[in-house]
């Protein structure tokens, strides 16, 4: 037991520093793009996508605050102005700055060197690469050079093969990773020696799923691309794996996490579901100027009109708020109990009850993490434990494990998605008993359904 404390102790001290030490970019900061599609190669060919793909990600940059100026069909010459004019306007927008420079097109690694290929280039020999492409450890350079917060660099190469058999001797597709540029997070949508697949609905694989992923609240810029990754693997049946690299050391979110919700708010939502006149008397005076107050008002009103407001005398709106606590099992939800009845029973049982839920928490996260085809094996092997699950235990994050995971969320108090692999979700499964899993649970009467991937899925 004293092991077990000593342990929780040094990784609540290990998780307080890292929190302390890292910060996240203020959501205030200015945010500036500069988005390039080549698809109109001279001697090339002509790509399908990647000019309706720079389209697709200067919306959703857009829709993320972002300031993004959108350019097409570059040659060498428009090419390397475009970054540097970029790179200075980074600089002038001040050190807050975050600046995201995103390219669909052609490019092409050659002797350990990652290279973008603009519309003009004739590469017949190897040695017509360096002399007619932009090396991507440039745009990287320029960017770090800028001197402000964050620069995201983002490459959606590699289409195909366009180079003359006489090119593929020292020349390969794909993008080897980078070393890290200080400030600079570099992401690539395939690796060396692997073509990037333009897609075949007007978007390619990597870039469709970037830009549903930065819209979704609340995911770090990691937990971003990780998805990316992970979704480019699977819907190309793993010939297609991104990869980044980063030396950064701020947390960005291109959507922050909401808000946690205020005392009051809780307190509100409290009263409203226990139809109890006391919380919202109690809301009213400790929040008199609150939104929440003037709501607060009118229920209290219309309860005392009828039977609704004689509660009984044993629920204090202390021991009203536990029960909430209990129910909702969130340490905000019991950390609301302390604050607000500080000197009672109930704020002792709050209090070690918001301590334990952030013991489970801290002792999770310094547990191994899994991701892809191995974390939804392990989701797998607990869906069937919890006789949840009929499908192949294959790894595909497929219609039958969405299901099977939709019905497990019901057997657990702690919520998590179920139409997205997480290791929340696995962690939740694993603390289920065998005996309460869904073989003993009746099907719901009236289904509720969620639209995931142009398919229903119901409870």
Not at 323 to 339: F, G, H, N
């Amino acid at each position: 037991m004293i092991l077990a404390v000593a342990v929780i102790v040094q990784v609540t001290s290990a998780v307080c520093a890292a929190a302390q030490t890292r910060k996240p970019v203020a959501d205030s900061a200015p945010r500036i793009a500069l988005v390039i599609g080549n698809a109109r190669y001279a001697k090339l060919g002509t790509l399908a996508n990647p000019v309706s793909d720079a389209q697709l990600m200067a919306e959703r940059l857009r829709q993320t605050g972002f300031d993004v100026d959108l350019v097409a069909d570059r040659d060498l010459k428009s090419l390397s102005q475009d970054v540097e004019e970029f790179a200075q306007k980074v600089k002038a927008r001040g050190p807050s700055t975050v600046a995201v420079l995103y390219y669909a097109g052609h490019g092409v690694e050659s002797d350990g060197v990652n290279y973008l290929v603009p519309i003009n280039a004739d590469i017949k020999r190897r040695a017509d690469i360096v002399s007619q492409s932009l090396p991507v450890k440039r745009l990287a350079d320029r960017l770090a050079a800028s001197g402000n917060a964050l620069n995201i660099l983002i490459v959606d190469a590699c289409r195909d093969n366009p180079f003359p058999p006489g090119v593929s001797g020292g020349a390969t597709l794909g993008l080897v990773p980078m070393g890290a540029v200080f400030g600079v997070f570099i992401a690539s949508a395939t690796g060396s020696g692997k073509a990037a697949f333009d897609g075949e609905d007007g978007h390619s694989p990597y870039t469709k799923a970037l830009a549903d992923a930065i819209t979704v609240p609340g995911e770090r810029l990691e937990d971003v691309f990780k998805s990316v990754r992970r979704q480019v693997r699977l819907s190309t049946g793993e010939q297609q794996i991104p990869w980044e690299s980063t030396s950064l050391e701020l947390d960005f979110y291109f959507v922050p996490p909401p808000l946690p919700p205020s005392q009051a708010a809780q307190l509100l939502a409290a009263a409203k579901e226990t139809g109890n006149v006391a919380l919202y008397d109690l809301l009213i005076d400790r929040f008199p100027a609150s939104p929440e107050a003037n709501d607060a008002r009118a229920a209290a009103a219309e309860l005392r009109k009828g039977a609704a407001a004689r509660a009984p005398a044993a629920a204090s709106p202390a021991s009203l708020v536990l029960d909430r606590a209990r129910q909702t099992r969130t340490p905000e939800a019991y950390d609301l109990v302390a604050a607000l009845f500080p000197d009672t029973p109930e704020a002792d049982e709050a209090r070690a009850a918001a301590s334990r839920l952030r013991e489970i928490t801290v002792l999770d996260s310094a547990g191994p993490t899994y991701e892809g085809r191995e974390l939804v094996q392990l989701i797998q092997e607990q869906l069937v434990r919890l006789d949840c699950f009929g499908g192949e235990q294959g790894g595909i994050f497929d219609a039958a494990t969405i299901r099977g995971l939709r019905r497990a969320s019901q057997l657990s108090d702690e919520h998590f998605l179920w139409y997205r692999p997480t290791m929340a979700a696995l962690r939740a499964l694993k603390k289920v008993d065998g005996k309460d899993g869904c073989a003993g649970r009746k099907t719901v009467a009236a289904p509720r359904c969620l639209r995931v991937n142009n398919e229903d899925f119901c409870q």
